[in-house]
């Protein structure tokens, strides 16, 4: 009863995440069928510059919401909004330039829903409002599913539209909650107070989503958006109980460890996670290509493969969340920058060794697993090292 009480927050959450999760992975053989390979490797290249973006658009200062001071918080959503709707107008112009406008709105809108989503939701996790949580978990998964399940039914439209449809109809019902609940007090000066989640914390998770999309533009450009399709429902997949790590219980240790000074703690976390999630990951070494082709239809000839690559690397994230809610709880997300630099120069020394002795440029997608293992172990090595 006692352990069911502590963890009652994170079950809920993650309860939510679960069915957002099945939401999606029940759509996919739908919409791999309503939308082609080509689609989904444009809406793969989207998906990643929105992944990287959304972590510079505020400054982080969604982030600094889960520790910053009751009276600066609903001053530090006015401003994360500001600034990221000032740095995704531009971008868009940006990205207009060098791709299409088409490209350009979809990144702009996904960059905006994400910010503002993640502001509202750390605000109202930060105040234990674990149910309002829960809720807007499964509101965005059914939006965006529902969304790209129905157009294709009613207009000729690709999977990009459609993503910048659900993104805008998300930014719209955040904005008039935010509103109509005044949630934010106009200021311009509070986030000067949170600096460190500007010049440490940005930078790491900057360096971070850039090294995890950046398969993402290594395939499309060495073996084009067909197999940018293929990478793309495979990272969909397999991104789901990551996003819940990443999304749900960083933030669960990150409000935990605020106040207390346990890095054993963070560390048997850790390992708890990583040996609870392995049989998951396991599956995919096993599972034949019919299984795979019955699901996503004929189309996706040799999909198997990439489920194979990237599951054990998927699953080495599972010792990060509570190693490195530690560090940024207690504001040394400077560690996790350096460990992501040595990360991101392996990625690119195996990239390129790869890239010259593989014939098949496929097998360069090995670079992931391998840098994911070293990046998330060394997290872990790093808070077992720390003083009880």
Same mark, same amino acid.
């Given at each position: 009863?006692?352990?069911?009480?502590?963890?009652?927050?994170?079950?809920?959450?993650?309860?939510?995440?679960?069915?957002?999760?099945?939401?999606?992975?029940?759509?996919?053989?739908?919409?791999?069928?309503?939308?082609?390979?080509?689609?989904?490797?444009?809406?793969?290249?989207?998906?990643?510059?929105?992944?990287?973006?959304?972590?510079?658009?505020?400054?982080?200062?969604?982030?600094?919401?889960?520790?910053?001071?009751?009276?600066?918080?609903?001053?530090?959503?006015?401003?994360?909004?500001?600034?990221?709707?000032?740095?995704?107008?531009?971008?868009?112009?940006?990205?207009?330039?060098?791709?299409?406008?088409?490209?350009?709105?979809?990144?702009?809108?996904?960059?905006?829903?994400?910010?503002?989503?993640?502001?509202?939701?750390?605000?109202?996790?930060?105040?234990?409002?674990?149910?309002?949580?829960?809720?807007?978990?499964?509101?965005?998964?059914?939006?965006?599913?529902?969304?790209?399940?129905?157009?294709?039914?009613?207009?000729?439209?690709?999977?990009?539209?459609?993503?910048?449809?659900?993104?805008?109809?998300?930014?719209?019902?955040?904005?008039?909650?935010?509103?109509?609940?005044?949630?934010?007090?106009?200021?311009?000066?509070?986030?000067?107070?949170?600096?460190?989640?500007?010049?440490?914390?940005?930078?790491?998770?900057?360096?971070?989503?850039?090294?995890?999309?950046?398969?993402?533009?290594?395939?499309?450009?060495?073996?084009?958006?067909?197999?940018?399709?293929?990478?793309?429902?495979?990272?969909?997949?397999?991104?789901?109980?990551?996003?819940?790590?990443?999304?749900?219980?960083?933030?669960?240790?990150?409000?935990?460890?605020?106040?207390?000074?346990?890095?054993?703690?963070?560390?048997?976390? %850790?390992?708890?996670?990583?040996? !609870?999630? @392995?049989?998951?990951? $396991?599956? /995919?070494?096993?599972? =034949?290509? #019919?299984? +795979? *082709?019955?699901?996503?239809?004929?189309?996706?000839?040799?999909? %198997?493969?990439?489920?194979?690559? !990237?599951? @054990?690397?998927?699953? $080495?994230? /599972?010792?990060?969340? =509570?190693? #490195?809610? +530690? *560090?940024?709880?207690?504001?040394?997300?400077?560690?996790?920058?350096?460990?992501?630099?040595?990360? !991101?120069?392996?990625?690119?020394?195996?990239?390129?060794?790869?890239?010259?002795?593989?014939?098949?440029?496929?097998?360069?997608?090995?670079?992931?697993?391998?840098?994911?293992?070293?990046?998330?172990?060394?997290?872990?090595?790093?808070?077992?090292?720390?003083?009880?």
């Amino acid at each position: 009863m006692h352990l069911a009480r502590k963890y009652q927050s994170i079950g809920l959450i993650t309860l939510s995440l679960l069915v957002g999760a099945i939401m999606t992975f029940i759509a996919l053989p739908f919409l791999t069928r309503l939308y082609s390979v080509h689609d989904f490797g444009q809406y793969g290249v989207a998906l990643a510059f929105v992944s990287v973006l959304s972590t510079v658009a505020n400054l982080r200062l969604d982030q600094a919401l889960l520790v910053a001071k009751a009276e600066h918080q609903k001053s530090l959503i006015f401003e994360s909004s500001v600034f990221s709707l000032l740095f995704c107008t531009v971008i868009a112009v940006v990205i207009a330039y060098v791709y299409n406008a088409e490209m350009a709105i979809a990144i702009a809108l996904g960059v905006f829903a994400n910010t503002l989503i993640q502001s509202v939701y750390n605000y109202k996790f930060a105040h234990e409002a674990e149910w309002f949580c829960a809720g807007l978990n499964i509101f965005r998964s059914i939006t965006v599913v529902a969304v790209q399940l129905i157009l294709p039914l009613i207009f000729t439209i690709n999977l990009l539209n459609s993503y910048s449809v659900s993104s805008l109809l998300l930014a719209v019902v955040l904005l008039f909650y935010v509103l109509s609940q005044r949630l934010y007090e106009v200021s311009w000066q509070i986030f000067k107070n949170y600096k460190d989640f500007i010049f440490s914390n940005t930078p790491h998770a900057l360096l971070n989503s850039f090294s995890h999309n950046l398969p993402y533009y290594v395939v499309v450009h060495f073996v084009g958006f067909q197999s940018v399709g293929f990478y793309s429902i495979v990272e969909r997949t397999l991104r789901v109980p990551i996003n819940l790590m990443s999304q749900t219980i960083r933030q669960f240790f990150i409000r935990k460890y605020k106040n207390q000074n346990t890095p054993r703690e963070a560390f048997k976390s %850790s390992i708890f996670l990583s040996v !609870l999630s @392995l049989p998951f990951f $396991a599956i /995919f070494f096993v599972l =034949p290509e #019919s299984f +795979y *082709l019955l699901i996503f239809g004929q189309e996706w000839v040799g999909i %198997s493969l990439y489920f194979q690559i !990237l599951a @054990l690397g998927y699953w $080495a994230v /599972f010792c990060n969340p =509570p190693s #490195s809610a +530690y *560090l940024i709880a207690k504001r040394q997300s400077n560690v996790l920058f350096q460990l992501q630099i040595v990360e !991101l120069i392996i990625k690119f020394i195996l990239f390129l060794g790869l890239y010259w002795l593989c014939a098949d440029k496929l097998y360069m997608l090995v670079a992931v697993p391998v840098a994911l293992i070293f990046y998330n172990f060394s997290i872990l090595a790093t808070v077992w090292r720390r003083p009880k």
